[in-house]
């Protein structure tokens, strides 16, 4: 079956950095425009990040300059770094395409930010 899996999350102190990575088991995954989508706790699964297929990047204003994200076909791996993290960061974070695509949600990581 064909989905994202997150790994990396982990408790973290405001102001601190972590790097999630996101893998994809699809063929195809080159050719995908892919994001990192944010849930945090008692509120809807929000889009924070997207990288195009060239590397074009987009952010949601909640974490622009603050987070990064980047990907590399060779592995089928998205990235989200980030850095100077607030509690607000607090959440489960997915991968899945910008227009997500139910089938694809996968394992997500728990990112908690807390002193």
């Known amino acids: 079956q064909v989905h994202f899996v997150a790994s990396g999350g982990r408790l973290a102190q405001p102001g601190g950095s972590l790097k999630l990575s996101c893998v994809s088991s699809?063929?195809?995954?080159?050719?995908?425009?892919v994001a990192w989508f944010r849930q945090s706790p008692g509120k809807q699964r929000d889009l924070v990040a997207q990288?195009?297929?060239?590397?074009?990047?987009q952010y949601d204003d909640s974490v622009n300059g603050r987070f990064t994200i980047s990907r590399d076909n060779k592995k089928n791996t998205v990235y989200l770094q980030m850095d100077n993290l607030r509690p607000e960061d607090t959440g489960d974070y997915y991968c899945?395409?910008?227009?997500?695509?139910?089938?694809?949600w996968g394992q997500g990581t728990q990112v908690t930010v807390s002193p």
């Open positions: 699809a063929n195809s995954f080159r050719y995908w425009a």
């Open positions: 990288v195009g297929t060239h590397g074009l990047t």
């Open positions: 899945n395409l910008p227009q997500p695509l139910g089938h694809l």
